[in-house]
Nanobody, 124 residues
Framework: QVQLVESGGGLVQAGGSLRLSCSAS????????MGWFRQVPGKEREFVAA????????WYADSVKGRATISRDNAENTVYLQMNSLKPEDTAVYYC?????????????????WGQGTQVTVSS
């Protein structure tokens, strides 16, 4: 069992930056691939970024490629999502998620554990 807690969301102006964090419980964090997803009301939860067990490989959605960096610190049981050059369309609740395998890494249905989410609001 893995429990995930996101933090770091907030209100930021367009062009600004945020670093989201996701802290995981348990001693097996390094055996999970981690992902970030986001969701706005009325829309499907969409993939943002993912990272393998030891910090690589990494995957990004086209919508954030070049503006987002996912990283992890296995000693701290934490995964990060650095978002730069934020746009109003990045406004969403951001969720982190964990899974054992990386097949279909962008598919939300394949993740086993989810956090409660953190709100990111980008003002224009």
């Amino acid at each position: 069992q893995v429990q995930l807690v996101e933090s770091g969301g907030g209100l930021v102006q367009a062009g600004g930056s945020l670093r989201l964090s996701c802290s995981a419980s348990g001693r097996t964090f390094s055996s999970y691939a981690m992902g970030w997803f986001r969701q706005v009301p009325g829309k499907e939860r969409e993939f943002v970024a993912a990272i393998g067990w030891s910090g690589g490989p990494r995957w990004y959605a086209d919508s954030v490629k070049g503006r987002a960096t996912i990283s992890r610190d296995n000693a701290e049981n934490t995964v990060y999502l650095q978002m730069n050059s934020l746009k109003p369309e990045d406004t969403a609740v951001y969720y982190c998620a964990a899974r054992r395998t990386i097949a279909g890494i962008t598919q939300k249905e394949r993740y086993d554990y989810w956090g409660q989410g953190t709100q990111v609001t980008v003002s224009s």
